[in-house]
């Protein structure tokens, strides 16, 4: 199932999306909820093409936890070693966006870069000190998301929260996805300056992983405990780059979806 959160002439809601992803979004639907769709799923009756509402970041979340350096060769390009135990980095809610909106480039920054990642979707009723099993009953489901670094002030800090929680920093989408195996699935990063001219810059798989992801719901659990609607950043694979004024940025996962986002100035 495909979760998603849209504006529509009548307000926001959460919606099902209907159809298959291969007809493009001419080809889908989405059907309202009522209510969150965390629990058993009632539909208002009201649908939409998705053509005809614009699609918002799938969930609010009350933080944004990321994990570091979880990809070997992505350590490896930074001349880092692979962390003994998941490294750990806040990513602030107002750094959140969703399909579409613009990544804004901070004028502290003089070199910020794409972070391709699989994000995790924390349902009801949350995690707390939970072992491997808990940990994976506690996940609602999946989405894409670009972990976007000032790599420059990453590098000149002691710690990583000016670099990682400038507005904007943290697109997410296009939707959630319920009930992936998400063991080995592809993600891709590629950046362009037109739909024609889009360059493959990251391409791993998840199987590559240091710590899978119930690993890391379940390690996150005992220091800090996840509520419905926190969302988990799991590493990025190697090939992460620039981004400047003007290009377009995609994040497309196996079995999910593409996250598409602009690359704009700060006004």
Known sequence: MRIARFAHAKGMSFGVV????????????IAEIDGH??????????????????LLSPILPSKVVCVGRNYAEHAAEHGNEVPKEPLLFLKPSTSVIGPRD???LPIFSKQVEH????AVVIGAPGARRADRAAAARAIFGYTCANDVTARDLQRSDSQWTRAKGFD??????????TGLDVSDLEVRCEVGRNPAEMEVRQLGRTKDMVFDVPALVSYISHVMTLLPGDVVLTG?????????????????IEGIGEL????????
């Open 18 to 29: 209907e159809g298959e992803s291969e007809a493009g979004p001419q080809g889908l639907t």
């Open 37 to 54: 769709p965390f629990g058993q799923i009632q539909f208002s009756g009201a649908r939409w093409a998705l053509s005809d509402v614009r």
């Open 102 to 104: 613009a990544i804004r």
């Open 115 to 118: 972070e391709a990642e699989l």
């Open 168 to 177: 904007s920093f943290c697109p997410i989408g296009p939707w959630i996805t």
């Open 236 to 252: 990025t694979p190697a090939g992460v780059s620039p981004l400047t004024d003007g290009d377009t940025v995609t994040v497309r």
């Open 260 to 267: 598409t986002n602009s690359v704009v100035p700060v006004a």
